[in-house]
C-alpha cells in the first residue's frame, strides 16, 4: 500500500493525501523560524508564534514548487509515494520531452535579436521553457531582460496570455524599452500598468509593478498561462504573494533574481511559488570574461570618536546629519571622473542635502540629478538617459529608486552614502556599475563605513559594514579598507 499520494489542486498547491501522523512529521520539517521575527509587531503582541509553515496538515496543502522537497524528505523516511494524475492541471511534477537545448537555440537564433546570446542564456531559456518552474538565479548585467524577451515571444507564439511583473514604474518603461531594442515593438505587443493605467487590455503580454494589481480579484488572472516575475526576491512580501496564489490556471512559473538574501525561509516561499532554483551565473565569472567592468572597491572607513548610541535609529540619525561626513562625501563625488550613482535610505534629510551641496558646488556645465520615489518615472527615465549620453553626471538617488534594475551603462562609480547590511540591496546596488559602456572597462564602488566602536563593543553601523565585507569576500570581490581619521581633535 502507498503512503502517500501527491496530487495537483491546481497550479499553485499540491494536496498530500497520507496518515495524519505523516502530516504532523510534514508540519513539522516545513515550519521555519522568520528571520527578525521577535521585532515584529505580531511576535510581540503574542498573537503570532514568528514561524512560517509551508505545509498545511489539516487540508495537505503545499506549494507546487516545493514538490522536490516533499519528495526527498519522504525519501529520506522510506515513506512510499504515488504521483497522481489530475485531468485538468496534470501530474505534480512535469516536464516538456519536445524542449531540447539544441531546439532552444534554434527557436532563440530564429527571434534574430540584434545582440549576441551568451551560452548561459540559452540554457536558462531552455530551463524555463522544458520544466514550466524555475527561479532563475541570475545576476545583474547578465541579460535578464534577453531571456525575458526570448521566453515571452514563445509563449506569445502558443497564443498564451503572459503576466509580467516587476517592481518599480521605472522598469515596466525599461523592459518595454529592452523589448523594442530587440527589435519587437513593446507598443503593439504589451500592455503596460501602472499609476491609475487600465488594467484591461486584448494584447497578449501585460507588464505591470505587483503594486498596480494585487488588489485585482482572482477573476482577473485567471486568463493568464504565463508569469514572470523579474526580481523575484521581493515577491516575499505579502501582496505578492497574493498575486501569485490568483494565479490558479498559471502552469508555467518563471522567476528571475539577482541575489537571495541568505534567508533559508524568503528561498522556499520563492521556490514553492516558482520552482527550483538554477543557478545560471556568477557576477565573478561575468567578470572575468569581459562581460562585465571589472570592480574595485574601497570601502572607506571613517573612524570618529568613541560613542554608544542607545538605537540604531539614533546613529542613523547622526551620521546622516553629520556636516563633516557629508562634506566628504560632496568632496569624493565632485573629484571623480565619469558618471556617479550616490544612494542614500532618507530622502528630507540625507539625499535633500547632499544634493544641495553638490548642486551648489558644480561647475556649470556638470549635470547634477535628485532622483527619489516622489520622481515620476517619466522623469526618471529621462535621467538615465541623459546619463548615458553623459561624462560627469552626479546622480544622488534613493536606494528604492535606482538599487535595483536600473540599466545604465556609462556608469563608473558608486558611492554607498548610507550604511546596509542588506545581502540583497548591497549586490543589486553594485550591479548598477557593472554594466560595461563605450569607453568603459572598470568601476568603482566607495563604501562609506563609520567606526564609532568603544572598547570592544561595535557600533550598529560597523557591524553592517562588517557583513559588508563578507559579501564582497563571498563574491570574490576585490576591495581594501581604508582608514581615514575622522576625530574632531583633526578637524
Not at 95 to 114: C, E, K, M, R
Amino acid at each position: 500500500m502507498t503512503d502517500v499520494i501527491i496530487q495537483k489542486r491546481n497550479e499553485v498547491y499540491l494536496t498530500v493525501e497520507c496518515e495524519p501522523h505523516i502530516k504532523y512529521e510534514l508540519s513539522e520539517y516545513f515550519t521555519f523560524e522568520v528571520p527578525g521575527a521577535k521585532f515584529m509587531p505580531a511576535y510581540k503582541k503574542r498573537i503570532w508564534d514568528g514561524t512560517i509553515k509551508l505545509f498545511s496538515p489539516g487540508d495537505g496543502k503545499i506549494y507546487c514548487g516545493l514538490y522536490k522537497y516533499l519528495t526527498e524528505w519522504l525519501d529520506s523516511r522510506d515513506y512510499s509515494y504515488e504521483d497522481k494524475d489530475n485531468k485538468f492541471y496534470g501530474l505534480p511534477n512535469e516536464s516538456n520531452d519536445f524542449i531540447t537545448p539544441q531546439g532552444v537555440v534554434d527557436y532563440v537564433d530564429y527571434l534574430n535579436i540584434p545582440f549576441k546570446v551568451r551560452d548561459y542564456q540559452y540554457n536558462a531559456i531552455y530551463q524555463a521553457l522544458k520544466h514550466n518552474r524555475r527561479l532563475l538565479l541570475s545576476p545583474t548585467a547578465s541579460g535578464k531582460s534577453l531571456m525575458i524577451y526570448a521566453i515571452t515571444r514563445y509563449f506569445v507564439s502558443k497564443g498564451s496570455n503572459i503576466l509580467i511583473i516587476v517592481p518599480t514604474t521605472s522598469l515596466v518603461e525599461q523592459l518595454c524599452g529592452d523589448f523594442n531594442s530587440y527589435g519587437w515593438s513593446a507598443e503593439d505587443n504589451c500592455h503596460k500598468i501602472y499609476a491609475g493605467k487600465d488594467k484591461q487590455t486584448s494584447k497578449q503580454v501585460t507588464i505591470t509593478t505587483w503594486q498596480s494589481i494585487y488588489k485585482m480579484p482572482k477573476q482577473y488572472f485567471e486568463k493568464f498561462e504565463c508569469v514572470i516575475g523579474d526580481e523575484a526576491h521581493q515577491f516575499k512580501a505579502k501582496s505578492l504573494i497574493n498575486i501569485m496564489t490568483k494565479l490558479h490556471n498559471c502552469k508555467h512559473r518563471i522567476g528571475f533574481t539577482g541575489t537571495l538574501d541568505g534567508s533559508n525561509t524568503n528561498q522556499l516561499v520563492l521556490e514553492g511559488l516558482f520552482g527550483p532554483v538554477n543557478k545560471v551565473v556568477k557576477t565573478k565569472q561575468l567578470i572575468d570574461k569581459g562581460y562585465l567592468s571589472a570592480l574595485n572597491i574601497s570601502v572607506l572607513l571613517l573612524q570618529h570618536e568613541p560613542y554608544i548610541f542607545e538605537s540604531y535609529q539614533e546613529e542613523m540619525d547622526y551620521i546622516c546629519t553629520l556636516p563633516k561626513r557629508n562634506n566628504f562625501i560632496k568632496k569624493l563625488a565632485l573629484n571623480q571622473t565619469g558618471n556617479t550613482l550616490i544612494l542614500f535610505a532618507y530622502v528630507e534629510k540625507h539625499g535633500q542635502v547632499l544634493f544641495d551641496m553638490i548642486n551648489n558646488n558644480v561647475r556649470d556645465n556638470r549635470k547634477v540629478f535628485f532622483v527619489h520615489g516622489g520622481v515620476e518615472t517619466e522623469d526618471r527615465e529621462e535621467v538615465r538617459r541623459i546619463t548615458e549620453t553623459q561624462d560627469d553626471a552626479i546622480i544622488i538617488a534613493s536606494y528604492g529608486t535606482f538599487s535595483t534594475g536600473i540599466n545604465i551603462k556609462r556608469l563608473h562609480n558608486i558611492i554607498f552614502a548610507s550604511p546596509s547590511k542588506s545581502r540583497v540591496r548591497n549586490l543589486q546596488s553594485i550591479g548598477r556599475a557593472l554594466r560595461k559602456g563605450e569607453n568603459k572597462e572598470s568601476a568603482k564602488l566607495f563604501d562609506i563605513a563609520d567606526d564609532f566602536s568603544k572598547n570592544e563593543r561595535k557600533n550598529y553601523t560597523l557591524n553592517h559594514m562588517i557583513e559588508r565585507v563578507k559579501i564582497y569576500s563571498q563574491e570574490n570581490f576585490n576591495y581594501e579598507i581604508i582608514p581615514i581619521n575622522f576625530r574632531r581633535k583633526d578637524e
